[in-house]
């Protein structure tokens, strides 16, 4: 039986064309350039296109276009088997992992890909990787399908999405998964690594909206001083932030330091402390360096990637979660986002 496939494209190089005046790559129609992948009418599925009325360099991407795909994700949700969705590879794993938070119960896939050449180029690798995202997306079991989470598919591998950072801006290989196995991976076979696919539910999909929030993302780095830690951390607009501590979730022990953190905190600020390292844990108390911060009340964002803590936050912020029960909240894995 053939399977449904909406194919979403929010712009990105994947569907660019290069303006002759400034030879800058700028969006393009995508439905004109999808008929240059005649490819895609020899796989076993129907594929239908929607595409944003003014399709964006993901740079530009923001909660309320997120809000935008998984409205049109929720007005097909019924007569699709899977989702495709085209997005600029600079900030996929933002969406993506924001995706995974907003689609409560997912019993289908969502497929994010994109490309690092635009899809005409010679050289170009979005052929493969939209070609086998559809694949993918069409995959079933028993008339199940096999994915049922959100996912990022780039040169080869399938990834959950709320695992993967953007490590590289000219490599085909442009994405990487540090602390999570891939889903699939592509060769001769499509090999699906079932053991670490996400279990299903038989729940009903639940669609999340509410994904704006004040929040701040700080980066500590070695001479980081008082007057822009206060800054950033006490700003009374601020309900939120993400620190980006080093190694295993390490900051400085000055005192200048923890009483920042300390006022903060004491004021109602949430923080979570996530590692600045692409791979690895946070495990506070480990060293000296991480015990102030553990006493403090920062909460722990264990192996998540700063994409994936960024999503997470809006998300619970946006559900208006109460303080008492947040950091519990924050450190359980809702999507298989963290350990
Ligand atoms: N700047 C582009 C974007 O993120 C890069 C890409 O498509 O990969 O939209």
């Known amino acids: 039986m053939q399977t449904n496939i909406l194919l979403i494209y929010t712009g990105g190089t994947i569907g660019m064309v290069k303006d002759f005046d400034t030879g800058a790559l700028r969006a393009f129609n995508f439905d004109k350039l999808l008929k240059r992948i005649p490819e895609l009418s020899h796989l076993n599925c129907n594929i239908n296109t929607v595409s944003f009325e003014n399709p964006i360099d993901s740079?530009?991407?923001?909660?309320?276009?997120?809000?935008?795909?998984?409205?049109?994700?929720?007005?097909?949700?019924?007569?699709?088997?899977?989702?495709?969705?085209?997005?600029?590879?600079?900030?996929?794993?933002?969406?993506?992992?924001?995706?995974?938070?907003?689609l409560e119960n997912l019993a289908k896939p969502v497929i994010f890909t994109g490309s690092q050449l635009p899809?005409?180029?010679?050289?170009?690798?979005?052929?493969?990787?939209?070609?086998?995202?559809?694949?993918?997306?069409?995959?079933?079991?028993?008339?199940?399908?096999?994915?049922?989470?959100?996912?990022?598919?780039?040169?080869?591998?399938?990834?959950?999405?709320?695992r993967t950072t953007k490590i590289n801006a000219e490599?085909?290989?442009?994405?990487?998964?540090?602390?999570?196995?891939?889903?699939?991976?592509?060769?001769?076979?499509?090999?699906?690594?079932?053991?670490?696919?996400?279990?299903?539910?038989?729940?009903?999909?639940?669609?999340h909206k509410n994904m704006e929030a004040n929040i701040a993302l700080v980066k500590l780095f070695p001479g980081i001083n008082e007057a822009t830690i206060s800054c950033l951390l006490l700003n009374p607009a601020t309900e939120a932030v993400i620190l980006e501590s080093y190694g295993a979730g390490n900051a400085?022990?000055?005192?200048?330091?923890?009483?920042?953190?300390?006022?903060?905190?004491?004021?109602?600020?949430?923080?979570?402390?996530?590692?600045?390292?692409?791979?690895?844990?946070?495990l506070m108390g480990q060293y000296e360096t991480s015990s102030h911060l553990k006493k403090i009340g920062l909460i722990n964002g264990k192996d998540i990637t700063t994409e994936a803590a960024v999503a997470k936050l809006l998300y619970l912020l946006g559900n208006n979660i109460q303080r008492k029960v947040f950091k519990t909240i924050y450190e359980t894995s809702l999507r298989g986002e963290m350990v």
Request: aromatic content about 10%.
């Open 171 to 207: 490599h085909f290989q442009a994405f990487a998964s540090l602390n999570y196995p891939p889903l699939a991976e592509s060769g001769v076979h499509l090999k699906v690594n079932h053991e670490y696919l996400l279990k299903p539910t038989r729940k009903k999909l639940k669609v």
């Open 59 to 102: 740079s530009n991407m923001n909660p309320g276009y997120w809000v935008q795909i998984v409205e049109i994700i929720e007005e097909n949700y019924e007569d699709y088997d899977g989702f495709v969705v085209l997005h600029g590879s600079d900030t996929m794993s933002y969406t993506a992992s924001a995706l995974s938070f907003m």
């Open 119 to 162: 899809i005409g180029d010679l050289r170009t690798d979005a052929k493969e990787n939209l070609i086998t995202s559809i694949e993918i997306a069409s995959l079933k079991k028993n008339n199940k399908p096999v994915i049922r989470e959100v996912c990022l598919y780039f040169e080869y591998k399938l990834y959950r999405a709320n």
């Open 252 to 282: 400085p022990t000055e005192k200048w330091f923890e009483e920042v953190l300390k006022k903060a905190v004491n004021s109602g600020k949430i923080i979570i402390n996530v590692t600045q390292c692409s791979g690895g844990s946070v």
